[in-house]
Structures are given as structure tokens and as C-alpha cells.
């Protein structure tokens, strides 16, 4: 219960500051006629995750707690995870034919069903997680992801960011764009593609055969996520170097909604709806900053032999070079694509800009 009094006093408290007035601006107001109906609306909720998952699970469940509570229980949220439903990739599909009201997922799984939504989780280069919020809430990006998810019947929130990815544990150096070649790598996505530009060989494996993979030398390197879901993994124990991100800067999962659904809903409903989703996506990304700090502590201190790296400049000149190519591709014949890749472009270059002054002048002024 404190954690829920936390999450409305956070509520109350952004709303009455102004801050993140973009979240309560695009719903009208609700009607005193549905405020004092006392009907019950149950929905359902699929998510990719596991029964459990540690911070990507956390953040259903606390949307679920608000949800719940906002509503004085009028809403009713049940959450299916993928050991009930079997379908950890099945989250838009079962959202889109009202077999579930609700998801939570990636949206740049769905690529291969609509390749627009590959732009609305993380893109290589691109936004970190404050420039990227900034973009959903006022720089146009919601007004994108609701004309890609329109066109299916569904509307996407953001649903947690993970913060910045770390490049991922390779088991050896990387000094030149040749050591890249042929070098196996869990990579999946539009970073698979550029990696494979590059003359890597991107894999695909399962997530619990991951560890094994690298242990064994069937894979060189992968990513996963950072510190906040790594040390779980354990790959600090057999692959010691831990690159730092370039492909996933600032990964920002989904809420997904039915839209018939949604709008069958009464108007304060939609609401609280909406910003329960906004704020378990506040708070996911909080819990995400904690958790790395916490693991990256207990990880150097446990494996001191770890070893933090960074591309060398001529592997990041080709990996951006193919991102551009492959960008110009998907721009191509594709009218919405090269709109959303403009727009983030454009909203990325004015607000790098202003964090190159802000945090990233303030961060270089305190490095020893
Ligand atoms: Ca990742």
C-alpha cells in the first residue's frame, strides 16, 4: 500500500507542477456523468515477460495497482504473462483482435508485421531516454505512434525505458572494424542489420540458451540490457569485456490498448487508464537507473576482471555509415517511414544540442 500512496502523491505532484502536462493534456475531461457510475470494467492485459520478470513485470504490476486505485476499482486489470499465454511475440496480434484489451511489450517486435513501429522503443545513434520522452510528449512522436498504431485499431503508450543499453559482453577486444568480421553475436533488430553491414554475423537464440552459447563459444558476443538485468544472466563470467551503447540508447518499452476498447471506456477512465501507464513508465525507468547502479557496484566488485570499453572511432564511422544506408532504405517507397526518421532526426540534432551544454558539459566538467 505505501508503494501505491507514493505512486499517487508522484501523480498528484506532477500534475499540479505542470511538469509532464503533455500526459493529462490529450484526454478531455471526464464527464460528471461516468464519475459517479460505479460500474465494474474488466480488462486484460498480455505481456511479453515471464511470470515474474524482475523491473519490465514490475512495471505492469504497478500500473495495474494504480489503475485499480485511481479508479476506486472500477477498473479491474487481470495481467496474463507469457507462461499463461505462450506468446511472448504474440502481444500486438492478441491486442489488435480484442482477444486482450491490453499489452505490454516492445515495439520494435512488431516489425516484421508493420516496419513503422521499429521507430518507437530505441533507435541505433539515436535518442537518449530524456531526449526521447521529450520528443513522445511534445516533439511529435505521439502523434506518430498513433498514426502507425491507428492504422491497426490500437494506440501505444510509453511503458518503461531501461535507460541507456550497454554494447553488450564480448569475449574478445574489439580494436578494428576487422575484428568484427564473421564475429557471431546475439544482436537482434535493426542493430542486428547494421552489425551485419559491418561483416558481423547477428544470431538469434533464446534467451535461457544464452549463457550456454557464450560459455561454449557457439556465440562471440551478445547484448542484452545493462546492469539493471545482466548480472542475473552471469556473462561477466565468461566474457569479460563489457562494452558501452551505442544501439539501444534509450529503450523505451509499450503499453498497448484496443481502441474500440478504449474508447468504449468512460472518458475518466480512459484517463486514470493512461496515466497509470505513464507513470509505471516513470517509474520503471527509475528502477532501472537503481538497478544498474546497484549490480554495476556489486558486479565490479565481485569480478574485478571486467573490463569497460568503447568501440574505437573507425568501428562506431562504419556502424553509423551502415546505419544511414539502412535508414535510406527504409525511407525509401515508404512515405510515414521517412516522415517519422525525419522527425527524429530533426528533434534529435536541436535536442542534443541543448544537452551537449546541459548534462553532458556538466558530466565532462565532474570525470577525473
Ligand atoms: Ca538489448
Redesign the pocket.
Known amino acids: 500500500m505505501k508503494k501505491i500512496t507514493t505512486l499517487a502523491f508522484i501523480a498528484v505532484l506532477l500534475a499540479s507542477s505542470g511538469i509532464y502536462a503533455g500526459w493529462f493534456a490529450d484526454e478531455k475531461k471526464p464527464s460528471s456523468k461516468n464519475q459517479h457510475s460505479d460500474k465494474i470494467y474488466n480488462l486484460k492485459l498480455a505481456e511479453t515477460w515471464p511470470s515474474n520478470f524482475p523491473i519490465f513485470g514490475d512495471a505492469t504490476k504497478n500500473f495495474k495497482k494504480l489503475a485499480e486505485s485511481m479508479s476506486n476499482g472500477r477498473l479491474k486489470i487481470r495481467i496474463d504473462s507469457k507462461n499463461k499465454h505462450k506468446s511472448a511475440l504474440g502481444i500486438f496480434d492478441f491486442v489488435k483482435s480484442g482477444q486482450y484489451d491490453l499489452g505490454h511489450s516492445g515495439s520494435y517486435y512488431w516489425k516484421g508485421k508493420d516496419i513503422n513501429t521499429l521507430f518507437f522503443t530505441s533507435m541505433p545513434f539515436g535518442m537518449i531516454t530524456s531526449e526521447q520522452r521529450a520528443w513522445f510528449e511534445y516533439g511529435g512522436g505521439q502523434e506518430l505512434m498513433d498514426e502507425v498504431y491507428g492504422k491497426h485499431g490500437l494506440k501505444s503508450i510509453i511503458g518503461g525505458s531501461t535507460g541507456n ?1 550497454m554494447g553488450g559482453w564480448f569475449k574478445k577486444e574489439i580494436n578494428s572494424v576487422d575484428d568484427l568480421k564473421g564475429l557471431k553475436m546475439r544482436i537482434p533488430g535493426f542493430a542486428g542489420e547494421i552489425m551485419a553491414e559491418v561483416g558481423a554475423k547477428p544470431v538469434n537464440i533464446p534467451a535461457g540458451e544464452l549463457y550456454t552459447a557464450l560459455d561454449r563459444g557457439t556465440i562471440d558476443a551478445l ?3 545493462g546492469p539493471s538485468l545482466d548480472l542475473r544472466m552471469g556473462f561477466h563470467k565468461v566474457a569479460p569485456y563489457y562494452y558501452t551503447g551505442w544501439h ?1 540508447p534509450g ?1 523505451e518499452l509499450q503499453f498497448i490498448i484496443n481502441l474500440k476498447k478504449y474508447r468504449s471506456l468512460p472518458q475518466d477512465l480512459q484517463t486514470i487508464l493512461t496515466t497509470a501507464m505513464k507513470l509505471s513508465a516513470y517509474q520503471m525507468y527509475a528502477q532501472s537507473e537503481y538497478e544498474s547502479a546497484k549490480n554495476w557496484e556489486n558486479m565490479k566488485k565481485t569480478y574485478p576482471n571486467i573490463q569497460v570499453k568503447t568501440f574505437p572511432q573507425p568501428v562506431f564511422d562504419a556502424m553509423r555509415a551502415a546505419n544511414q544506408k539502412l535508414l535510406k532504405k527504409l525511407s525509401a517507397n515508404n512515405p510515414l517511414a521517412k516522415k517519422i526518421i525525419k522527425s527524429q532526426s530533426d528533434f534529435l540534432q536541436k535536442a542534443r544540442a541543448w544537452t551537449a551544454i546541459s548534462d553532458q558539459a556538466y558530466l565532462n566538467s565532474q570525470s577525473k
Request: hydrophobic residues 35%; charged residues 35%.
Open positions: 543499453q547484448e542484452w540490457v539501444e529503450t
